[in-house]
C-alpha cells in the first residue's frame, strides 16, 4: 500500500452535511460519550502515575534529593491508587 505523501498528487473530496435534529442529537451523545471514556482514562493514567511517585518516593526517602517532595494532592491520590 502506498503512502499518500509518496504520491505525486493528493486528491480529496471535500463534503459538507446538514444532519437532522435527531442526527445532531446522536452525534452529541456519541460526542459525550468518547470524552467521559477519554477522561476517566487520563484520570485513571494520572492517578497511577501519582501512585508510583508516591511509592518511589517513599522507598527513597533516605535521599531526599533523588524526587521532589509531592505536596499534598498528589500524597492524597497516591494513597487513594495504593490502598
Do not use: C, W
Not at 473530496?13 to 445532531?24: E, G, N
Not at 477519554?38 to 511509592?55: E, I, T
Amino acid at each position: 500500500m502506498k503512502r499518500m505523501s509518496s504520491l505525486a498528487y493528493h486528491f480529496g473530496v471535500k463534503l459538507r452535511f446538514y444532519p437532522s435534529s435527531k442526527q445532531k442529537k446522536i452525534i452529541k451523545l456519541n460526542y459525550d460519550a468518547q470524552r467521559f471514556v477519554y477522561n476517566s482514562y487520563v484520570g485513571r493514567n494520572r492517578s497511577n502515575y501519582h501512585a508510583k511517585r508516591y511509592l518511589a518516593v517513599r522507598q527513597y526517602q533516605a535521599m531526599p534529593f533523588a524526587f521532589s517532595i509531592l505536596n499534598n494532592y498528589e500524597t492524597k491520590l497516591a494513597e487513594e491508587v495504593v490502598a
